[in-house]
């Protein structure tokens, strides 16, 4: 039987959120094909092995995997044999997994450091590996790669923190020139709109960009559009394929961290998504070229913003390790397909040995 490590938390403002994603892979894994581990990781980054994964109500998330912090785990950063070996120095007691499956998001977590982790240990995991991970994580090196292959993206402009700080104003007076209200202000390297501001007059922008700041020293301003949010969801290595689309209709002013995971009415998820089906074909062959030209793997979910006046469409970002619950869009695309919870789950896992196994066959000396 797989020894499956179902690793969640993570040091990044996304923590609960993966606790959340977490439970519901843990509760779905087939029971008869995988022997399941949940690996905690809190804010400090320490990771602690729950040998008997618990699931415990939450009043935010509904219900959340626990994150029980005993002992004092080291993790191997080379090769053992394919495996992952966890030990705690507590104890002397030894732990491994054959392959990782990460429900974490964000920084630390889904931006390449954490697959980077995994690589050296040669063990194989779930989602994409360092570089598409660290690409899908920055949007800025994001929209930069999508414009090079002729993917439409919407007007930016990026700002770093150092440069914010001395020239202010300047940047002020070119945001305003060169973009109109509203605009979003959206730090480079997060998710879940952590840190992301809808701007609408001058009197807001300096408080936006402070809010980005503290989450990454890289910012986005962008154009804002009046426009409907389109996902697809993508699975596979070398030849992907996406799911038919689905619409997400926040009921808040955009759709902000409170609408996707606080408030249980934020958002409704329509599936299939109302559009006709010529551009729901085009919208998907971009989707998947999108994800081969941003080195993805394993699985993505893909956003575009459809412009309600002109049907223009841009895709806003990629997700290299999308919502997991039970209820988040990327595994209701699939089981719209035909793909229930579980089957993708150990479909992702099989992608992961494969990728590895591919990996395995490279030579390292020469």
């Not at 007059?201 to 154009?223: G, I, P």
């Not at 223009?312 to 039970?326: A, R």
Request: with cysteine.
């Amino acid at each position: 039987m797989i020894k499956v490590g179902v690793l969640y938390g993570g040091r990044s403002g996304e923590h609960e959120v993966s606790r959340c994603s977490a439970a519901s892979v843990v509760r779905f894994l087939d029971k008869s094909k995988f022997d399941v581990t949940a690996i905690g990781i809190d804010h400090n980054g320490r990771w602690y092995v729950q040998d008997t994964p618990e699931i415990i109500d939450d009043k935010d998330f509904g219900s959340v995997m626990n994150l029980n912090r005993e002992g004092e785990w080291f993790v191997n950063h080379y090769e053992r044999d394919g495996k992952l070996y966890l030990f705690n120095s507590s104890t002397g007691r030894e732990v491994y997994v054959d392959v990782v499956f990460p429900v974490v998001h964000g920084t630390f977590c889904e931006d390449g450091t954490l697959q980077g982790l995994l690589e050296l240990a040669m063990v194989p995991y779930v989602g994409a590996d360092v570089i598409g991970s660290s690409i899908g994580m920055d949007k800025d090196v994001t929209k930069r790669l999508l414009k090079e292959a002729g993917v439409p993206i919407v007007e930016y402009i990026k700002i770093v923190k150092h440069e914010w700080d001395e020239e202010k104003s300047k940047y002020i007076k070119r945001i305003e020139n060169e973009l109109d209200y509203p605009i979003f202000v959206k730090p480079c390297n997060a998710g879940s709109s952590v840190g992301v501001s809808k701007v609408k007059n001058t009197s807001m922008l300096a408080d936006a960009v402070e809010e980005a700041f503290q989450w990454d020293n890289k910012l986005l301003v962008e154009r804002g559009i009046n426009a409907r949010e389109i996902e697809f969801s993508i699975l596979g290595n070398e030849k992907p394929e996406a799911s038919d689309p689905g619409e997400i209709r926040p009921k808040h002013e955009f759709y902000s961290y409170e609408a996707k995971y606080i408030d249980s009415d934020g958002a409704e998820l329509i599936i299939p998504a109302d559009i006709s089906p010529e551009l729901a074909d085009r919208m998907k062959k971009i989707a998947v070229n999108a994800y081969l030209a941003l080195c993805c793997s394993g699985m993505a979910r893909v956003d575009f913003l459809l412009d309600r006046d002109s049907e223009d469409f841009y895709l806003n970002e990629i997700n290299t390790l999308p919502g997991f619950t039970s209820i988040s869009m990327y595994p209701k695309l699939w089981e719209r397909a035909g793909i229930k919870y579980s089957s993708l789950l150990e479909n992702l896992i099989e992608l992961a040995l494969k990728r590895r196994n591919n990996k395995n066959r490279l030579r390292t000396k020469f």
